[in-house]
């Protein structure tokens, strides 16, 4: 029993090491609404991403966090970061995730003041490969914000961000 154990220990231990780790650098361009609190607006940015995972055969999963400069229409000036963890497959050159925004905040810098919203929220991404360390990418994030000022809000901001990332690792 013990020989058995140890044999299992020593497979699952080199099944690790020997996974295929991926570094991604994203640059991100994206347009979207924000819908809520200022009324529905039209939302675009730019912005970079990074994505560090594990991969095991054709499944992978990830942590994923992203800074991005939006612009709203009536709005000078937005910040949007996000943090979250993501689960997908690879099939043919083309991968599919979903991902789980653990943290996310929208700071929006008026002239007169600065509103600072928390949320959470879900993104769906498609990638498809270019090149051996290229691929163009498809995140569509859908977010609620929760808090506004310590103020309760309803608050929904859907952005699509299409992207090409480079494999680093």
Same mark, same amino acid.
């Not at 808090?147 to 680093?168: A, G, R």
């Given at each position: 029993?013990?020989?058995?154990?140890? #044999?299992?220990?020593?497979?699952?231990?080199?099944?690790?090491?020997?996974?295929? &780790?991926?570094?991604?650098?994203?640059?991100?361009? +994206?347009?979207?609404?924000?819908?809520?609190?200022?009324? #529905?607006?039209?939302?675009?940015?730019?912005?970079?991403?990074?994505?560090?995972?594990?991969?095991? !055969?054709?499944?992978?999963?990830? @942590?994923? @966090?992203?800074?991005?400069?939006?612009?709203?229409?009536?709005?000078?000036? @937005?910040?949007?970061?996000?943090? +979250?963890?993501? @689960? /997908?497959?690879?099939?043919?050159?083309?991968?599919?995730?979903?991902?789980?925004?653990?943290?996310?905040?929208? %700071?929006?810098?008026?002239?007169? !003041? &600065?509103?600072?919203? &928390?949320?959470?929220?879900? %993104?769906? /991404?498609?990638? +498809?490969?270019?090149? !051996?360390?290229?691929?163009? $990418?498809?995140? =569509?994030?859908?977010?609620?914000? $929760?808090?506004?000022?310590?103020?309760?809000? !309803?608050?929904?901001?859907?952005?699509?961000?299409? =992207?090409?990332?480079? #494999?680093?690792?």
């Amino acid at each position: 029993m013990i020989h058995k154990l140890i #044999v299992l220990l020593l497979f699952c231990t080199s099944s690790i090491f020997t996974l295929k &780790t991926h570094a991604f650098l994203h640059l991100e361009a +994206g347009v979207g609404y924000n819908h809520g609190h200022y009324e #529905v607006q039209k939302a675009q940015g730019i912005g970079w991403s990074g994505k560090l995972g594990i991969q095991l !055969s054709h499944f992978f999963i990830l @942590a994923d @966090a992203g800074v991005h400069d939006l612009q709203l229409i009536h709005v000078p000036n @937005a910040e949007y970061t996000d943090f +979250g963890i993501a @689960a /997908g497959i690879e099939l043919r050159g083309w991968r599919i995730w979903i991902t789980q925004i653990l943290n996310t905040e929208l %700071k929006i810098n008026n002239t007169t !003041s &600065t509103t600072q919203l &928390t949320g959470e929220g879900l %993104k769906i /991404g498609l990638s +498809g490969r270019l090149a !051996s360390s290229l691929f163009i $990418n498809l995140e =569509s994030r859908f977010i609620e914000f $929760n808090e506004s000022n310590k103020i309760p809000t !309803s608050q929904i901001m859907d952005l699509s961000f299409l =992207s090409l990332s480079w #494999v680093l690792l």
